[in-house]
């Protein structure tokens, strides 16, 4: 991941994080960051819950706040709620967040 670019843009009070999402996966986890033709750079993110009221967004900010360390409380869809590419926000001071979600992007690389 070291060459591709972030999915991560700083903000006024924290952190976007744009995604790509599959719900109804076999596997959950996190894959990596793809760089796509029009998207961007998105973190993409497998989860096993369905699309159904909001239950695979849920499992999406549950994943992310355990492997990036965040309480859930943080994170919220700015977009795509019912898409798969979405924008999450992730709220903070925004330079400790960057460092942290860059390293452990490198971590992760």
């Not at 965040?70 to 001071?93: C, H, M």
């Amino acid at each position: 991941m070291s060459r591709t670019a972030l999915p991560i843009q700083a903000a006024e009070t924290g952190i976007k994080l744009a995604l790509r999402v599959t719900p109804k996966s076999a596997r959950e986890g996190i894959e990596g960051v793809e760089e796509r033709p029009g998207a961007g750079a998105q973190l993409r993110v497998r989860v096993r819950a369905v699309p159904d009221k909001g239950k695979a967004n849920k499992a999406v900010i549950a994943l992310l706040a355990e492997a990036f360390a965040l309480p859930q409380g943080v994170f919220s869809i700015l977009s795509g709620e019912t898409a798969r590419d979405k924008v999450l926000f992730i709220a903070g001071a925004p330079g400790p967040l960057a460092a942290q979600l860059t390293a452990w992007f490198e971590a992760h690389s």
